[in-house]
Structure formats: C-alpha cells, structure tokens
T-cell receptor, first 110, second 114 residues
Framework: QKEVEQNSGPLSVPEGAIASLNCTYSDRGSQSFFWYRQYSGKSPELIMSIYSNGDKEDGRFTAQLNKASQYVSLLIRDSQPSDSATYLCAVKTNAGKSTFGDGTTLTVKP | GAGVSQSPRYKVAKRGQDVALRCDPISGHVSLFWYQQALGQGPEFLTYFQNEAQLDKSGLPSDRFFAERPEGSVSTLKIQRTQQEDSAVYLC????????????FGNGTRLTVT
C-alpha cells in the first residue's frame, strides 16, 4: 500500500461543473498537506496548502482535511478547460520530506 | 534567481556513462530536495538537504546515486554507471524550511539512458 493514495483517474467533468479530487494517507504523524497541479511536460506547482482540520478556500479551490479519517480532498468549482492537468496530493511529516500520490488526471470538457 | 534552476533540461546518456545533474535553488531557501518522476507516476523522494547537511538519503535507489550540496546552495545529483531504469525526470525543489513550507520545483532534467 502506498503512503499516499489518490483516486485513480482519469476524471472528466464538463466546463462549469465541480471537480472533486480525493487523497488518503497512512502516516498519522503527517503535519502538512498540499495539492500541486502538474501540466503535461511541466513541473508541479502549488495550488493549495492545508494544515488543520476543516475547509480552506482560495478562489475556486477548496481544500478539506480530516486527520481522524486521514483524508484530504480538493474541490474545484466552475471548472475551466485550463484546469485540465494532473493533480498531485502531497503529505509532509515533521521529518521534512513530502510524499506524493500518483496523481489524478482531470479533463475539463468545453 | 527568481525560481529553481535545473540543468541540463535534457540529457541522453549511453548505458554505463556517468551523469551529473545540477540544481540552483531559490536564494535563501534552506531546504533542497531531489525527486525522481517516472511517466504517469508521482514524484518519488530521493534525498534532501538542510543547508549543506544531507538529512535524508533513504530514497536513493542504489549506491550509484550520490548527491551533494557542499556550500549549502547549489546541489548536484550524480548517477554513476547509468542503467536504462534510471530514465526518468529528475526534479529539484527548494523551500524556506522543512515543516510547513511548500516545495518550489525547478523545470526538471529529463534523463534518457540508451
């Protein structure tokens, strides 16, 4: 079992819809949680970070964290074709390193 | 510089050759990380430095892989006697400190071993 698991894609949603991306992790000592977006052939870039239980909103993006369930999610509202990319969930422990899931590929169809 | 800089962007090596990949982190970033990313997979941790100290090298796949950051700034990842399974994108990332800071990635080096 991988330390960070993401729902296997690909995920396809119509333009304007809500895209829901999920992630579970195994290390209960994890402290920080991140969502990165990676366009094809490019490097990952930070979308959201979340450190405490609950929701965190930034524009069209909402990250949700539930440490008891070891679950992180990312909601993208009013999805746009430019949101089409692979979304990587990353989990960091206080040991310093970030562990990544294999990503979920999202396609937003016009 | 404005971002993390990696060189070369592409490297083709014949099996058995040694390669050296360079990473120049964001100025002032204490922590520097190396990841390996195979096609269709997430980045896999290789090693990380805090300043010049290599705090974790548990992800290095074999003793053919070696990383250094002698002055706490630029880092080099060296792969000796390259094998075909070493073909991947090697990503370097830096951050201010290790606990809550996100990673800032360079553009990566795509290594192809023929």
């Amino acid at each position: 079992q991988k330390e960070v698991e993401q729902n296997s894609g690909p995920l396809s949603v119509p333009e304007g819809a809500i895209a829901s991306l999920n992630c579970t992790y195994s290390d209960r000592g994890s402290q920080s949680f991140f969502w990165y977006r990676q366009y094809s052939g490019k490097s990952p870039e930070l979308i959201m970070s979340i450190y405490s239980n609950g929701d965190k909103e930034d524009g069209r993006f909402t990250a949700q964290l539930n440490k008891a369930s070891q679950y992180v999610s990312l909601l993208i509202r009013d999805s746009q074709p430019s949101d089409s990319a692979t979304y990587l969930c990353a989990v960091k422990t206080n040991a310093g390193k970030s562990t990544f899931g294999d990503g979920t590929t999202l396609t937003v169809k016009p | 510089g404005a971002g993390v800089s990696q060189s070369p962007r592409y490297k083709v090596a014949k099996r058995g050759q040694d390669v050296a990949l360079r990473c120049d982190p964001i100025s002032g970033h204490v922590s520097l990380f190396w990841y390996q990313q195979a096609l269709g997979q997430g980045p896999e941790f290789l090693t990380y430095f805090q300043n010049e100290a290599q705090l974790d090298k548990s992800g290095l796949p074999s003793d053919r892989f070696f990383a250094e950051r002698p002055e706490g700034s630029v880092s080099t990842l060296k792969i000796q006697r390259t094998q075909q399974e070493d073909s991947a994108v090697y990503l370097c990332a830096s951050s201010f400190e290790t606990e809550n800071s996100p990673l800032h990635f360079g553009n990566g080096t795509r290594l192809t071993v023929t």
